[in-house]
């Protein structure tokens, strides 16, 4: 049966943990015919991806946990001359070390970027889902036939089973970069979604005002997208909105006068500053 990922960002600390486990199971083990060993630095087959998005004082980090996407239209496999890549029966995608005559083509060819050169073995190498794990290939005592970046998660962020065992997560998931065409099988649940934050105040009295409303409304269907309402420090954050879109964000207190800010743009995350409302006579 084919196997899938399910990464669950919100879950996801950053504590390198996958990628460090994934090193120790890849440098300097030979697990032939799946793999030869991993460099000790420029080879990241588990990577974390670190995202810092906003700018100050509304600033967020994102991780993301990136490997190959064992894609099941996957460009690597098509460009390969020597027909060194190949799509296991349970869906992962392997590069045969003894084949790969090196020509760096598939390298080119990933629009992920995620697999690399070793200069020293003159092969291209990449995450290989741990096959050599899967089938039982060295196992020690009571370890599970799992990959290690899932195995050494600590916050149970990465999953890794049948389609069909994890069919509700990837209900709730998206992949990445789905305009490539490659069907990956990797999924992301909770990936980043654009936010416009700021914060709201009196400058007659020199304070926060909370309770206000603070709407974030699509230019294009006049629909509200994301509210919130102001915190004792006066601030908001309308969160989830939609890559690349126009906003029109309000902003009502029953005390105050309204307040329109007419184009926001979500091409990135938008800190508003700090608003002025002005009280009603």
Known sequence: ??????????????????????????????WSPYAKPQPDTGQFWMKIVEMERGSRPKVVITYIPLLCQHCDNAPCMLVCAPKAIYKRADGLVIIDPATCNGCRVCIDACPYGV?????????????????????GVSLGEGQPKMPRCVDNCPADAIKFGEYEELKDLIAKAEILHPEYGTKPRVYYINLPKPFVAGDVYDPENDECIQGATVNAVDISTGIVSATDTTDEFGDFWLKNLEWNKMYRVTIEHPKYH???????????????????????P
Do not use: W
Request: with cysteine; aromatic share 6%.
């Open 1 to 30: 049966m084919a196997k899938v990922f399910v990464i669950d960002l919100s879950r996801c600390v950053g504590c390198y943990d996958c990628q460090i486990g994934c090193k120790d199971e890849h440098v300097e083990n030979d």
């Open 115 to 135: 697999i690399y050169f070793n200069t020293e073995l003159k092969i291209a190498q990449k995450c290989t889902g741990c096959a050599h794990m899967l089938d």
């Open 258 to 280: 309204p307040k329109i800010i007419g184009v926001v743009a979500t091409n990135k995350d938008v800190h508003l500053g700090s608003i002025p409302l002005y009280k009603k």
